[in-house]
């Protein structure tokens, strides 16, 4: 049991963890928060649209950042690695993100969700399910969802697993949350296929 509660009790804590740092590195643009713990050191990769911002002026914001983790949630050596983000329509959390920024802006949820859905399309998704739910019609109005998918997003078995991204958003608005999940399906390399085919 002893084994069992200190797995659970590291699992909070990295989740603990990487909402802090998300929260407060969003100015640079989130694109994930990974943290593993190993005998030596916690390492926490965090990918972002804008590295520089993270490290602040010569390494400021990242030692700040390190000091905290290590006062908050005494976590002892805390490394963090700053990486920047690929690309962004292929990054369902700096999707949903934007999503939610645009809604906040009172912005029509039907055509932010048409126009990233296309834009992550064009560049090279397999498929893309963005999927809004909350008070979308305003003061007065129901709850409801809304979804736009297209191309083909695997929805159980292995291809979900491996294959798909998923993250989540929120946008906060006089009428109440509204919640953002994009998926992003990686399109399959079919060229490995065909040549151990022929």
Known sequence: MGVEKKFIDDAILRQRVAEYVS?????????????RRTPMVTKINVEVISPGKVIGRKGKTIRDLTETIKQ?????????????????????????????KYIEMKKSYRYVTHTFIEEIMKHGAGGVEIKIAGKLAG??????????????VPKAGEPARVNVKIADSIA???????????????????????????
């Open 139 to 152: 003061k007065g109005g129901r709850a409801k969802s809304f979804r736009v998918e297209k191309g083909f």
């Open 72 to 100: 908050e949630f005494g976590v002892e050596n805390p490394q963090i690695n700053v990486l920047e983000v690929g690309e962004l329509y292929r990054n369902p959390k700096l999707v949903a993100e934007k999503i939610a």
């Open 23 to 35: 929260k407060e590195l969003s100015f640079a643009g989130i694109g994930n928060v990974d943290v």
């Open 172 to 198: 906060i608005t006089p009428y109440g949350i509204i919640g953002v999940r994009v998926r992003i399906a990686i399109k399959e390399d079919s060229g490995d296929k065909d040549e151990e085919s022929s």
